[in-house]
Structure formats: structure tokens, C-alpha cells
């Protein structure tokens, strides 16, 4: 399992969807055994990580940025339906976490100054959206996950310039945004940098990214009618 002393990126994945896994069911179907969210609190700084290498590595842009927009939504779609719930799910975060990437890119490479004006106030956008809209529909219980700490901390792990600064980093945005939610099981979030300390920057043998595009919204489904039949 381990290839050099190390961890691919394949491996870091099945890791991150274990643990969101184990989140999800803590949350809904066994909310006494808190250990089972504890080790949930890995899966957010892993898949941040692995958001930001998506966003180096990438060949098309749109292509990315769309395919976990557009998951994102249809599962927003669902619990907006079902659930009647206004909060964000993380795909979404990450989605605004690639439009400020994607932007300050393209506003450090063109000089252009039209597009440089946009770009701009697409990054001013993202962070509006992500500070001032949840308290603007504070009301309607619009919330995005992970707040804006969520939508930065991909963004600072993309401009960190070596890995010992992506896990310094890392560490200080996962400390801010503990703090800002109050602390609790947060801290173990912090859990996560050894094992991202250990990423060999390797995919793996195989291409298991469209596992996660499966997985995500199957998971959810599964655990959902679980929780029908348990409260019938």
C-alpha cells in the first residue's frame, strides 16, 4: 500500500472518503458514537489538499471547475428539496476555493487590462459570497460549509511554494477555522497533516477520480434511505 515511504494521492483519497464516510454516518445514523465523527475531521484538509493539486495538475480548467460544480449543485438540489436545507455542501465550497485560483491566474498572466478588471472582481465575488451572503441569509439558514476558511484553505496550500509551507499553512488556516466554530471535535482536523506530510505527490496505479465523483453523492443516497427505514 504505501509505494516509497509514502502516501499517493489515490491513497490520501480512500482515506478522505473513508473518513467522510464514517462523518456522515456519525451524523445521521449514530450520533452516540462521536468517535465516528472525530475521524471525519480528516476528510476536509485532505480533499482541500487534493483540490488544490487538482487545480495545479489540471489540463482543462472548465472541465474541472464543472465537474465539481455541477456534482456539487445536484447534490444541493437534493437537499434542497428533501431536506429543505439552505447549507452548502463542501463541493461547493471547493467550487468557489477553484473560481479564486483559476482567476488569480489568469489575472497574473494576462496583461490585458479588461480581464484583468474581471478577474478581480470574480476573486471580490467569491470572497463576498463566501463572508457577507451567509450573513445575509442568516434567516434562511444559508450557510456555506466550512465558511470561508473552507474557500481559502485550498487556495493558500495551491501558493504555498514547497510542501513544508502547504502543511504550515494548512495548519494555521485549520486552527483559525477551528477557533472560528467554537472549537469541540474540530481540533482533530489537525490530525490530518502527518498524513499529508507523508504525500509522495504521485497518483497511484490507477485513476480512482471518478470513484470519488461516484462515491460522493452514492454515499450520501445510501445513508439517507438508511436514516427512512430507521425512523419509520
Not at 502516501?7 to 445514523?29: C, E, F, P, R, W
Not at 476555493?97 to 478577474?119: G, Q, V
Request: charge should be positive; hydrophobic fraction near 55%.
Amino acid at each position: 500500500m504505501i509505494e516509497k515511504l509514502g502516501l499517493t494521492n489515490n491513497q490520501l483519497k480512500i482515506i478522505a472518503m473513508l473518513a467522510m464516510l464514517s462523518d456522515h454516518i456519525g451524523k445521521v445514523l449514530l450520533p452516540q458514537y462521536r468517535i465516528l465523527q472525530i475521524i471525519g475531521r480528516l476528510a476536509f484538509p485532505i480533499f482541500a489538499f487534493m483540490i488544490a493539486e487538482g487545480c495545479f495538475y489540471t489540463k482543462n480548467k472548465v472541465r474541472y471547475f464543472l465537474t465539481v460544480f455541477l456534482l456539487g449543485a445536484g447534490c444541493q438540489a437534493v437537499y434542497i428539496i428533501w431536506e429543505k436545507s439552505l447549507y452548502m455542501n463542501i463541493l461547493l465550497t471547493f467550487s468557489l476555493s477553484i473560481i479564486f485560483i483559476f482567476s488569480l491566474e489568469n489575472y497574473k498572466k494576462t496583461k490585458e487590462k479588461r480581464i484583468r478588471i474581471l478577474m478581480l472582481f470574480t476573486v471580490i465575488t467569491v470572497l463576498l459570497i463566501a463572508v457577507m451572503l451567509p450573513v445575509i441569509l442568516i434567516d434562511q439558514g444559508f450557510i456555506i460549509d466550512y465558511g470561508i476558511f473552507g474557500v481559502l484553505l485550498p487556495v493558500a496550500i495551491f501558493y504555498a511554494p514547497d510542501k513544508l509551507r502547504k502543511l504550515i499553512y494548512t495548519a494555521g488556516i485549520l486552527i483559525l477555522l477551528t477557533l472560528d466554530l467554537g472549537g469541540g471535535i474540530q481540533w482533530w482536523s489537525l490530525l490530518a497533516i502527518p498524513l499529508l506530510a507523508l504525500y509522495n505527490q504521485k497518483r497511484g496505479k490507477y485513476n480512482i477520480k471518478p470513484l470519488f465523483y461516484i462515491f460522493y453523492p452514492a454515499h450520501l443516497v445510501v445513508i439517507y434511505l438508511i436514516s427512512l427505514f430507521l425512523n419509520k
